[in-house]
């Protein structure tokens, strides 16, 4: 559980320091989170699957 809350706060605040160094990259680092998100199986796929 404890995990899964520093990555929340770790997708949050990556983008949020990189917007602040180089305008619009956060946009971009979002972008690239939500589409790995996305593209990764789920784990209860896979406990169905096998």
């Known amino acids: 559980m404890k995990d899964k809350k520093l990555m929340a706060i770790a ?9 602040l160094f180089v305008p ?4 971009v680092i979002e972008l690239v989170l939500l589409i790995w998100e ?3 199986p789920d784990e209860e796929d ?3 699957s096998l």
């Open 46 to 48: 896979l406990k169905r």
């Open 38 to 40: 996305l593209l990764q």
């Open 11 to 19: 997708f949050f605040l990556i983008p949020l320091i990189a917007d």
């Open 24 to 27: 619009g990259s956060g946009l």
